[in-house]
């Protein structure tokens, strides 16, 4: 089996990033800018889809943020990511991302974000990437959460789900 199709954990190709927030970051409500967050957001599952797939890869898709909390200039910003889940050619990666107050230490999850990667060739088409390992549970319902999504955009690009009720 060659390297490209060997099985990787989503351990194996989890990114870490932190930036403390400064002044210059903050909205006119005293909050970070989104943008900023998201930037950050990107470059980390870049990180994360191009270690798992062993190529470059490129954003197709930020499906969904939350921004459950603000974050504040002063506050350091950890971003974490990890593959949900893999296609062909696509791997949508999932995003946590954590404000620290640096003086008293509290942590809060204020984001969580999933982003769609399609690793691509040296003539720029999209490249196979390599399966998960789903051999542990939490890495296999992730998994099967992420294929349930990616059926829900795919129905939703065709345009056939249906209204509720």
Same mark, same amino acid.
């Given at each position: 089996m060659?390297?490209?199709?060997?099985?990787?954990?989503?351990?194996?190709?989890?990114?870490?990033?932190?930036?403390?927030?400064?002044?210059?970051?903050?909205?006119n409500?005293?909050?970070?800018?989104?943008?900023?967050?998201?930037?950050?957001?990107?470059?980390?599952?870049?990180?994360?889809?191009?270690?798992?797939?062993?190529?470059?890869?490129?954003?197709?898709?930020?499906?969904?943020?939350?921004?459950?909390?603000?974050?504040?200039?002063?506050?350091?910003?950890?971003?974490?990511?990890?593959?949900?889940?893999?296609?062909?050619?696509?791997?949508?990666? $999932?995003?946590?991302?954590?404000?620290?107050?640096?003086?008293? $230490?509290n942590k809060?999850h204020t984001?969580?974000?999933?982003?769609?990667f399609?690793?691509?060739?040296?003539?720029?088409?999209?490249?196979?990437?390599?399966?998960?390992?789903l051999?542990?549970?939490a890495?296999?319902?992730?998994?099967?959460? $992420?294929?349930?999504?990616?059926?829900l955009?795919?129905?939703?690009?065709?345009?056939?789900?249906?209204?509720d $009720?």
């Open positions: 060659s390297s490209a199709a060997r099985p990787k954990k989503p351990s194996e190709s989890a990114a870490v990033i932190s930036e403390l927030m400064m002044p210059h970051q903050v909205n409500a005293g909050n970070i800018f989104g943008g900023e967050l998201l930037a950050m957001v990107d470059r980390v599952a870049a990180v994360c889809a191009m270690r798992h797939s062993g190529r470059p890869c490129l954003t197709i898709a930020i499906d969904r943020v939350d921004f459950r909390e603000p974050i504040y200039a002063g506050e350091l910003v950890t971003c974490m990511a990890r593959v949900n889940f893999v296609g062909r050619t696509s791997m949508e990666i $999932g995003v946590h991302v954590e404000a620290e107050n640096l003086l008293s $230490g809060r984001n969580t974000c999933l982003l769609t399609v690793a691509v060739a040296d003539d720029r088409r999209p490249a196979p990437v390599p399966p998960l390992d051999s542990d549970a890495d296999e319902r992730r998994y099967n959460e $992420g294929k349930f999504r990616r059926k955009r795919l129905a939703l690009d065709r345009g056939v789900v249906a209204e $009720g």
